[in-house]
Structure formats: C-alpha cells, structure tokens
C-alpha cells in the first residue's frame, strides 16, 4: 500500500497554480492577469504573505513583456499594488499610472491613484508641508471620485475621500523618491 504525500497547505485557493506557474510559466499573460486579480482582491490573505507576494511579482514582470496591450494594463496594475502594499510608493506609483495611460477606465487603477495620494498627504502632512498635503488629499478625493463613476457599485470607491484618509497610515517617506 503507498503512502499518500501530504499535500502543502495553503492560505489562498489560487496558491498551488501561483507555485506551479512560476516553476513551468505555462499561463497566458490573460491567464496571470485573472490569478493575479484574484489573489489581489481586497483584504486577501495574499497581502499578509510575503512569499506569495514575491511570487506573484515575479510572474507578473515574466509576463508583461509578452503581454498584449488589453492584458497589459491589468498586469501593470497588480504589480502597483503589490508595490504599494509593500510600501515601494515610487514604484506603486509608476506602474498605476502606466496602468492609467493604457486603460483610464479601470476604477481599481484609479482607487489606487487615490490611495498613493492621501499616503502622500499625510507624509507631507508629518512634514509640515500643509500646502502640498492638501493638493495631495485633493487629488486623492478626484481619483477616487473618477473610481466611484467607474463602479457606482463597488462600496470601497464610494466611501468619502476622508475615509480613505483616515484608513491610510503614515509612513516614513520612501526612499526611492
């Protein structure tokens, strides 16, 4: 009688393909984007685990190259928000808005735009730069309202833009400025 493996365990579904694609990349760019979306929805364990968020990065920047444009800004855009979460604003912000310039109507583009935008008013804010805090909140609050047309559907692009403020933490300045 053989003996069953144990099999890994894993926090996300979509976690075995994550693994299995980065060892043989047999997935479509359209294939990554649909993983990656997946795997990135809001307040996903994916967030909380660094393995699959380099993983993730990896088979993400694998596919861009090859991507086609339809495909390629939703690559882009998971990429900003793996950066943003890893706090990597800079590059966060580069990626969302190529993501922006190749598809301005994706409202979780725009909801990120947003979200780097009140994390750089309060970073200006800590500075005492008053005046560059609120031309960030201001561009914070238009982001989000460009979302909310986007999706009137979504709760998360209709909260008011100091509810996103507030849900943002002050970080130190990024480095990469």
């Known amino acids: 009688m053989a003996l069953a493996t144990p099999s890994a365990t894993y926090e996300h579904p979509d976690e075995e393909l994550l693994e299995q694609a980065i060892l043989s990349q047999r997935l479509s760019p359209m294939e990554v984007a649909n993983l990656s979306d997946r795997m990135l929805t809001e307040g996903s364990s994916t967030f909380q685990n660094e393995k699959n968020m380099a993983r993730l990065d990896i088979l993400l920047n694998k596919s861009i190259s090859n991507s086609p444009r339809e495909v390629r800004h939703r690559l882009l855009r998971n990429l900003g928000i793996i950066h943003y979460h890893q706090n990597k604003f800079s590059l966060a912000r580069q990626e969302l808005q190529q993501a922006n310039e190749l598809f301005p109507r994706d409202a979780r583009t725009h909801f990120y735009l947003a979200r780097l935008a009140a994390q750089n008013g309060l970073i200006c804010q800590s500075q005492g730069l008053a005046k ?20 009137p559907s979504n709760p998360l692009y209709r909260q008011e833009p100091r509810q996103l403020i507030n849900k943002e933490r002050p970080l130190p300045a990024d480095p990469k400025k």
């Open 132 to 151: 560059k805090a609120k031309g960030q909140f201001n561009l914070a609050a238009n982001e989000l309202e460009i979302a909310k047309k986007l999706e």
